[in-house]
């Protein structure tokens, strides 16, 4: 079974900047789409950001101009550079993969289409 493992989170101050990582054990039929998602204390989890195996790209409203997704596959690995950061960024931002058929990061129910998921990595800014 594929495992997803991210790291890169911290705690910084608004305005600061991290980059996630989240390296994948092996590449599959099913990880054409990779994405980020959060979950802050006591709200639902959410997407962030969404790369297809094309390129393409999508973005939450909420973190659009400050946030950029990006794939290295020579290193079965995925990134989220987070500038810009904002008290409301906080939460445990988890990687995930899913089929190449998913384009909307804020679908409704999207996270279910992700097969497989990382255990998380913290992202604290205070202000």
């Known amino acids: 079974q594929v495992q997803l493992a991210e790291s890169g989170g911290g705690s910084v101050q608004t305005g600061g900047s991290l980059r996630l990582s989240c390296h994948v054990s092996a590449y599959t039929s099913n990880t054409a789409c990779m994405a980020w998602f959060r979950q802050a204390p006591g709200k639902e989890r959410e997407g962030v950001a969404l790369?297809?195996?094309?390129?393409?790209?999508d973005y939450a409203d909420s973190v659009k101009g400050r946030f950029i997704i990006s794939r290295d596959n020579a290193k079965n690995t995925l990134y989220l550079q987070m500038n810009n950061l904002q008290p409301n960024d906080t939460g445990m931002y988890y990687c995930?993969?899913?089929?190449?058929?998913?384009?909307?990061?804020?679908?409704?129910?999207?996270?279910?289409?992700?097969?497989?998921w990382g255990r998380g990595t913290q992202v604290t800014v205070s202000s």
């Open positions: 790369v297809i195996d094309d390129g393409t790209t």
């Open positions: 995930a993969e899913g089929p190449g058929s998913i384009t909307d990061i804020q679908r409704p129910g999207v996270s279910r289409r992700f097969s497989s």
